[in-house]
């Protein structure tokens, strides 16, 4: 992380123990997802209240690149788990991985790689049968019909032409699909 973690502890002190857990779940979550730029974890210690009693409530707020947050604040109403510190801090980073695991998988559907089709040029047409032959940059020669070439230009090719393509196996051979003139 470019910056440790900021822990601000409000309305009690701070106890070593939970700064060293905080530390360790921060290390913890920064080896499983990479660069997180920064890190914010708020305590606020149990009050005398009657509806949140003994309980602790505990927010992380995590800057990834990009600008990219992930925030984690509610913690569940009269769940007498939050007395203990420890069980409140396991869970806002539980909570945190569940989200930084969301993120990463967005990331991956906006970042998915293509690979490149392949380049070739056509060796041989037969424009009354509606079909022809490529051979691709590495010397494999494929079978293509006329259906295969996009946006009906298979009558602008010519012997010579340069074309991408998608590779398949056909029932007698490899054929290209999805044949592009470039």
């Known amino acids: 992380m ?30 499983a997802f990479g660069r997180i730029v920064a890190a914010r974890v708020v305590i606020r ?23 990219r947050l992930v925030d984690v604040e509610r913690t569940p109403d009269q769940d007498e788990r939050f ?8 869970d806002v980073f539980r909570r945190a991985r569940r989200q930084l695991q969301d993120e990463a998988r967005r990331l991956d559907e906006r970042v ?9 040029r056509v060796v041989r047409l037969d424009p009354e049968r509606g ?7 590495d010397g494999s020669e494929f079978y293509f019909h006329r259906n295969s070439v996009l946006g009906a230009k298979f009558g602008s090719l010519s012997v010579g032409s340069k074309v991408a393509f998608v590779a398949e196996d056909g029932d007698k051979g490899p054929q290209a699909s999805t044949v592009r003139a470039l």
């Open 45 to 67: 210690a149990p009050s005398g209240r009657h509806k949140s009693g003994g309980l602790y409530d505990i927010g992380i707020h995590l800057t990834l690149p990009g600008g």
């Open 112 to 120: 998915k790689l293509h690979e490149e089709a392949p380049a070739g």
């Open 2 to 31: 470019e910056v440790p973690v900021q822990i601000d502890f409000r309305g009690g002190e701070p106890v070593p123990r939970m700064r060293e857990q905080i530390i360790s779940r921060q290390e913890d979550l920064e080896d």
């Open 83 to 90: 007395a203990n510190p420890a069980f409140a801090i396991a």
């Open 131 to 137: 079909f022809g032959f490529l051979v691709s940059e």
